[in-house]
């Protein structure tokens, strides 16, 4: 079966400080990977894609790596602003005719000033 | 180019009603995603469309729902004969046709809120 977990379930951290979310799946046979952003009330903002080729991705404060062959993912921030607390997600898309995404269970982020 | 847009953002039922969610995806896009997120759960998978064909409904319940996405006109995904377990949040996405190279990148719309009383 194709999971996807992510740990921990809820961080709390004081401004400025640097993190990392981390994503576990169980099928390592990716197509690639999605980490989001979503905010209380609010859709999905998507943060970063990595192929199943690479091993990072970079925008701006996020770094997010790859190791397929571990089944993990981490999404790293940068220097947290309060502008940061939101609930990220990952989510894993496999090979195949369907596109679909398979999410992980989030972590829900507090940034505190 | 405008985001994916959902119509209505809220919606309110009785149970035993019925519920039709609207999705319009970003301008060029052709394929259609419908997720669902149940209060304290993840987003789960619903159904996959591209213009006039379901491609995957594996996540879709077996009776109640369904989903269309017409030639002309938004995506609907419809319940039928609603129940208190209905009440969640809907989303839908949306991506470009894709070539060699293309990052498939699924762009979310807002969300319909589904509440059944």
């Known amino acids: 079966k194709q999971e996807v977990t992510q740990i921990p379930a809820a961080l709390s951290v004081p401004e400025g400080e640097n993190l990392v979310l981390n994503c576990s799946f169980t099928d390592s046979a990716i197509y690639n990977l999605q980490w989001f952003r979503q905010d209380p009330g609010k859709g999905l903002t998507s943060l970063l894609l990595i192929q199943s080729s690479q091993r990072e991705q970079t925008s701006g404060r996020l770094n997010a790596s790859l190791d397929k062959s571990s089944g993990r993912s981490t999404l790293y921030i940068a220097a947290s602003q309060p502008g940061d607390s939101a609930t990220y997600l990952c989510?894993?898309?496999?090979?195949?005719?369907?596109?679909?995404?398979?999410f992980g269970t989030g972590t829900l982020l507090a940034v505190q000033p | 180019n405008a985001g994916v847009m959902q119509n209505p953002r809220h919606l309110v039922r009785r149970r035993g009603q019925e519920a039709r969610l609207r999705c319009s995806p970003m301008?060029?896009?052709?394929?259609v995603y419908w997720y669902r997120q149940l209060p304290e759960e993840g987003l789960k998978f619903m159904v996959y469309?591209?213009?006039?064909?379901?491609i995957d409904e594996s996540g879709m319940p077996k009776e109640r729902f369904s989903a269309e996405f017409p030639k002309e006109g938004p995506s609907i995904l419809r319940i039928q004969q609603v129940v208190r377990g209905d009440s969640a949040a809907y989303f839908c996405?949306?991506?470009?046709?894709w070539g060699q190279g293309f990052q498939e990148t699924q762009y979310f719309g807002p969300g319909t809120r589904l509440l059944v009383l």
């Open positions: 469309l591209q213009k006039e064909n379901i």
């Open positions: 301008k060029g896009h052709s394929h």
């Open positions: 996405a949306s991506s470009p046709d």
């Open positions: 989510a894993v898309r496999y090979g195949g005719a369907t596109n679909k995404l398979i």
